[in-house]
């Protein structure tokens, strides 16, 4: 799943950062990693060409790149330290992978202080996801506490291999399992409208994943009337803040009907919550503002489509493109803007004697024009907006960020029942947006 206070996401990698306050014990470490990888044989993959598709292969005596390195050098001091560990786990999202040869998985053990470090752990997108990383850092918790106090880990047998859901799902495609599926998501992807964002420059011939996040505010008794309404009308806090997000793009490009991408974790069977692997899906959300709705209305079509999408969630989007052979004239990608919600990964079990705290970065790499990520914490809701620098200045993106305050707030009791108005259909600059 993506990028946030505790994960971010960008280009063909995923990172997983966190702090660790403690007394470290380093070899318990490294070992901890190996079982890691010894139990999910995805993290031994490298990639073959086999007539001419890319095929994931497992090699037994693969292991993960594991590395150590105390940064207190040269009078840097504590902050200067961080603030290099920092720096590297940014910038590792930006180093290739070699997906032959790999590994595909690299995890690093920077040291800050005499008991301070921090982990980094960078996965390729092809045998990781989000939530993988959050069981990454679980079982490292668990495999590490028993190797510190003696004993050996004590993790529960993996039902199934990756491999095994990958032999699935070429089973169920081959059975015509997604008929339906596909049927569906033709009829929904069908006349895929460009938005029309207000971005600064107009789109290069090729555009990189370079790109920035800038943080959005949600006021915590406007969290507190999104969940209260959209459990009156019987979905779901992700649901509101999805049509919230799809009025500030309907104010800024004047089109009524905005096709949103949204990660999909794909793991309703049991035997998967555990499963290290790269099974998110992204699901295509059209939020539908024609008609001039209130946001009750455009609050009850967002939950129809979503219980319709993830009704359907286990067709790959790639096989969904190009069963239908979908692709944009105009060299806009399939997918220009997400919105993703998840809650913090990070362990509830203990990491031995260490401590484990959360880490912000600003990752420098996305993968859309815009998008939205928003974080469910024990203290709140924490968001950012990530934008493409080849399209969008900075300052234009924190003033698009200040813009998604009013619609958030069009879920308040005194303005939910109001009709959206041709406010929310008009195209604005992004200065003028409101």
């Known amino acids: ?57 497992v090699d037994d005596a693969a292991r993960v790149a594991f590395a150590a390195e105390d940064l207190r050098r040269d009078g840097a001091g504590r902050s200067g330290a961080e603030a290099e560990a920092l720096r590297r786990a940014t910038a590792a999202l930006r180093d290739p992978f070699d997906l032959q040869r790999g590994p595909l998985v690299r995890v690093a053990l920077l040291r800050t202080g005499a008991e301070r470090h921090l982990l980094s752990i960078v996965a390729h997108h092809l045998v990781c996801d989000g939530w993988s990383l959050g069981v990454a850092l679980r079982e490292l918790a668990a495999c590490y506490a028993a190797y510190t106090s003696g004993g050996e880990p004590e993790l529960p047998p993996l039902p199934v291999r990756y491999r095994d859901v990958a032999a699935w799902q070429a089973e169920r495609a081959e059975r015509g399992d997604w008929h339906e599926a596909l049927e569906y998501w033709t009829a929904e992807l069908a006349g895929l409208p460009t938005l029309d964002l207000p971005a600064d420059r107009p789109r290069p011939a090729v555009q990189t ?16 009337a999104l969940g209260r309404h959209a459990r009156e009308s019987d979905a779901t806090l992700f649901m509101a803040l ?3 997000f799809q009025v500030l793009l309907a104010r800024l ?3 009524d009907d905005i096709p949103v991408g949204s990660p999909a974790a794909n793991r309703r069977r049991p035997e998967l919550q555990g499963l290290i692997g790269p099974l998110v899906n992204l699901l295509v959300l059209r939020g539908d503002l024609s008609g001039d709705p209130t946001f009750r209305e455009l609050l009850r079509r967002t939950r129809d ?13 790639e096989r969904v493109v190009r069963e239908l052979g979908l692709v944009r004239t105009d060299g806009a990608p399939l997918v220009q803007v997400a919105f993703t919600m998840q809650n913090a990964p990070l362990p ?37 907006l990530g934008y493409s620098s080849e399209l969008f200045d900075a300052r234009t993106a924190a003033r698009l960020a200040g813009h998604l305050e009013a619609p958030t707030a069009a879920c308040t009791s005194s303005s939910r029942s109001r009709r959206l108005g041709r406010r929310a259909r008009r195209r604005s600059s992004p200065a003028r947006a409101s």
């Open 1 to 57: 799943m993506s990028g946030g206070p505790s994960s971010s996401s960008g280009g063909q990698a995923c990172l997983q950062p966190a702090g660790l306050s403690g007394a470290l014990d380093e070899a318990a470490f490294r070992k901890s990693v190996e079982e890691l990888a010894r139990r999910h044989e995805i993290l031994r993959a490298t990639v073959a060409t086999v007539d001419g598709e890319p095929l994931l292969q």
């Open 242 to 244: 999805l049509a919230a």
């Open 253 to 255: 490009t004047g089109h």
């Open 305 to 317: 489509r979503c219980v319709e999408a993830y009704s359907r969630q286990e067709v790959p989007f």
């Open 209 to 224: 994943a370079r790109g920035g996040r800038t943080p959005v505010r949600i006021p915590g008794d406007v969290a507190a």
């Open 348 to 384: 509830a079990t203990p990491f031995g004697s260490l401590s484990l705290e959360r880490v912000e970065l600003e990752p420098d790499a996305v993968q859309y024009d815009l998008d939205m990520e928003v974080w469910g914490l024990p203290s709140g809701l924490e968001a950012t």
